[in-house]
């Protein structure tokens, strides 16, 4: 299997790194210059192009070719078809997989329309965090989560904050059903000064009352920080999946079992990486894994799908300042509306 990537930026470079490890021959496109030096010194085995239209002069075979799309968001949903109309049936798509629900939805329903194998890069997920958080809780019986809490700084509540709500959906076993929101842009994204950063806050609603709010401000250059809530424990989250687990005193909860007694979480119950987790890198690894296999998808597009629309309500519901259903109807005027998300 050979690979071709699209976008040679901040995190195309880690996908460079691993589709190098992975597949036999390797291309990377990107349409700034200097990107394309830069990938044509870090990988000087690659053909490097400057364009779409230059790699498909090429001679590579699409039937044995998978495709990494790590370009700017507004990108994707146009790459993804124009690829598939060149015979690329095997892509792994960087979030979100879209910046309109609309978008997303047409990209699913071609790729099963055609035979597409196709993945959104939900780093949570394929880093197999839920399993981990799942074991742990099993373990030490601390029930099921009842909440999702996300704070820090400029991380942006698209940009990051979407796998943080997948990583919701994940851990509660469902997707939310509605959202309230003072989701907010600033044209300080890094990745283009077309593109949005989302600051501010969004709560989305699951099944059984469980919520997951995400709150960042563009104010601050404070690393995110995630907290799952137990009825009597807490597991932190950092940006790099480290944990550290807490709970309270169990002999003053059984003294004490009433819900309104609360307490400090002051037993400590592990601090690292917690066993199953895997690198980006590792994570990256099983999505390509995954695809060229044609199965077992771990995050497939209707799970981007999810995850956008989610996003975008958040948005709607931060413009309309009221509460927005979930999930986005893909034919309406509002599903059908582009962001300039990332």
Same mark, same amino acid.
Not at 204 to 210: K, L, N, P, Y
Not at 297 to 310: N, Q
């Given at each position: 299997?050979?690979?071709?990537?699209?976008?040679?930026?901040?995190?195309?470079?880690?996908?460079?790194?691993?589709?190098?490890?992975?597949?036999?021959?390797?291309?990377?496109?990107?349409?700034?210059?200097?990107?394309? &030096?830069?990938?044509?010194?870090?990988?000087?085995?690659?053909?490097?192009?400057?364009?779409?239209?230059? *790699?498909?002069?090429?001679?590579?075979?699409?039937?044995?070719?998978?495709?990494?799309?790590?370009?700017?968001?507004?990108?994707?949903?146009?790459? *993804?078809?124009?690829?598939?109309?060149?015979?690329?049936?095997?892509?792994?798509?960087?979030?979100?997989?879209?910046?309109?629900?609309?978008?997303?939805?047409?990209?699913?329903?071609?790729?099963?329309? &055609?035979?597409?194998?196709?993945? !959104?890069?939900?780093?949570?997920?394929?880093?197999?965090?839920?399993?981990?958080?799942?074991?742990?809780?099993?373990?030490?019986?601390?029930?099921?989560?009842?909440?999702?809490?996300?704070?820090?700084?400029?991380?942006?509540?698209?940009?990051?904050?979407?796998?943080?709500?997948?990583?919701?959906?994940?851990? *509660?076993?469902?997707?939310?059903?509605?959202?309230?929101?003072?989701?907010?842009?600033?044209?300080?994204?890094?990745?283009?000064?077309?593109?949005?950063?989302?600051?501010?806050?969004?709560?989305?609603? *699951?099944?059984?009352?469980?919520?997951?709010?995400?709150?960042?401000?563009?104010?601050?250059?404070?690393?995110?920080?995630?907290?799952?809530?137990?009825?009597?424990?807490?597991?932190?989250?950092?940006?790099?999946?480290?944990?550290?687990?807490?709970?309270?005193?169990?002999?003053? !909860?059984?003294?004490?079992?009433?819900?309104?007694?609360?307490?400090? !979480?002051?037993?400590?119950?592990?601090?690292?990486?917690?066993?199953?987790?895997?690198?980006?890198?590792?994570?990256?690894?099983?999505?390509?894994?995954?695809?060229?296999?044609?199965?077992?998808?771990?995050?497939?597009?209707?799970?981007?799908?999810?995850?956008?629309?989610?996003?975008?309500?958040?948005?709607?519901?931060?413009?309309?300042?009221?509460?927005?259903?979930?999930?986005?109807?893909?034919?309406?005027?509002?599903?059908?509306?582009?962001?300039?998300?990332?």
């Amino acid at each position: 299997m050979n690979g071709v990537l699209f976008g040679y930026g901040s995190i195309g470079r880690r996908h460079a790194a691993v589709l190098a490890e992975t597949v036999e021959e390797l291309a990377i496109v990107d349409t700034t210059a200097a990107a394309c &030096e830069r990938a044509a010194v870090v990988h000087p085995t690659a053909a490097v192009f400057d364009s779409l239209e230059s *790699f498909r002069r090429s001679s590579w075979d699409p039937a044995s070719t998978l495709a990494v799309i790590a370009t700017w968001g507004p990108s994707h949903a146009q790459l *993804f078809h124009s690829l598939v109309d060149g015979g690329i049936r095997r892509i792994l798509c960087e979030k979100p997989m879209a910046v309109s629900v609309h978008a997303a939805h047409e990209m699913v329903a071609r790729a099963d329309r &055609e035979g597409v194998s196709m993945a !959104v890069h939900h780093f949570m997920r394929y880093g197999g965090l839920i399993q981990a958080l799942e074991c742990f809780a099993a373990e030490n019986e601390l029930g099921g989560p009842v909440s999702l809490v996300v704070e820090g700084g400029a991380a942006g509540i698209v940009t990051n904050g979407i796998h943080w709500v997948d990583l919701a959906a994940g851990l *509660f076993g469902s997707q939310p059903h509605h959202v309230v929101s003072t989701a907010y842009g600033d044209g300080i994204n890094p990745r283009s000064p077309d593109v949005q950063l989302y600051g501010g806050s969004a709560a989305w609603t *699951f099944d059984e009352g469980r919520e997951a709010v995400v709150t960042f401000n563009n104010n601050s250059s404070i690393s995110m920080m995630g907290r799952v809530f137990y009825r009597d424990a807490i597991i932190e989250i950092d940006d790099e999946l480290n944990v550290t687990a807490r709970r309270r005193d169990m002999k003053a !909860v059984g003294q004490f079992p009433s819900i309104t007694r609360t307490g400090p !979480v002051i037993v400590d119950l592990f601090r690292g990486q917690l066993p199953g987790v895997s690198s980006l890198a590792d994570g990256m690894k099983t999505a390509l894994s995954e695809i060229q296999r044609g199965e077992g998808i771990t995050v497939p597009g209707s799970a981007g799908v999810t995850a956008v629309s989610s996003c975008v309500g958040a948005l709607l519901a931060s413009r309309r300042k009221e509460t927005v259903s979930l999930p986005i109807d893909p034919d309406t005027m509002e599903g059908r509306e582009s962001w300039p998300m990332s």
